[in-house]
């Protein structure tokens, strides 16, 4: 067996994903959706190659992945940072429904992963993790109740909820930071 034969590619690809989806502290179920591989052996890599090391600073959360939006509305730095991934997420190409359900494949997963490293170095700390950012890209592939829109007010990108009557602009025109014309 060679290693580089082109059958064992994308096997290669879903172990370097999974390894870079531990380094982003991605739960087991969000790697395991992203990379097919089992839950024992993302378990098994996280023990093998970051658990025996000294100086992990990688975490593993436990328990299910965070699935309210109410998160991106707890203050004005939550909503930026909500507006900020949404339009790298948009000028990346990724905002796009999926056929048959959330189901991205090995590379567009790795641009996410791309997205994401860009944002944190955007913001160094930020209050939306990995998997936070999971699901709001998630939720703006649905394009159903919560949507990247346009603010009338300033023209920025800001999450908007299309069922909620009021607010209708971003909320930095609602704590009127900005003023038009200046």
């Excluded at 370097?16 to 890599?45: F, P, V």
């Excluded at 991205?104 to 998997?131: A, G, K, M, N």
């Excluded at 936070?132 to 829109?149: G, I, P, S, T």
């Excluded at 909620?164 to 900005?178: A, K, Q, S």
Aim: proline share 4%.
């Amino acid at each position: 067996m060679r290693i580089t034969d082109s059958r064992y590619d994308r096997d290669r690809l879903r172990l370097a994903l999974a390894y870079r989806l531990i380094g982003l502290e991605a739960r087991t179920r969000t790697i395991r959706e992203a990379t097919q591989l089992s839950d024992d052996r993302i378990r098994r890599m996280y023990r093998d190659y970051f658990g025996a090391n000294a100086a992990n600073t990688v975490r593993r959360h436990r328990g299910k992945s965070p699935r309210q939006m109410s998160f991106f509305r707890r203050s004005l730095e939550h909503e930026q940072e909500a507006a900020t991934l949404g339009s790298l997420l948009l000028r990346c190409g990724l905002l796009r429904r999926f056929l048959n359900g959330f189901r991205p494949d090995i590379v567009v997963v790795s641009q996410f992963c791309d997205v994401y490293e860009t944002f944190t170095s955007l913001w160094p700390r930020p209050h939306v993790s990995f998997e936070h950012a999971w699901h709001l890209w998630q939720v703006f592939c649905r394009d159903d109740e919560y949507v990247l829109a346009n603010c009338p007010g300033c023209d920025a990108l800001w999450v908007r909820d299309t069922l909620e009557i009021l607010p209708d602009v971003c909320p930095t025109c609602r704590r009127g930071l900005f003023e038009p014309g200046r």
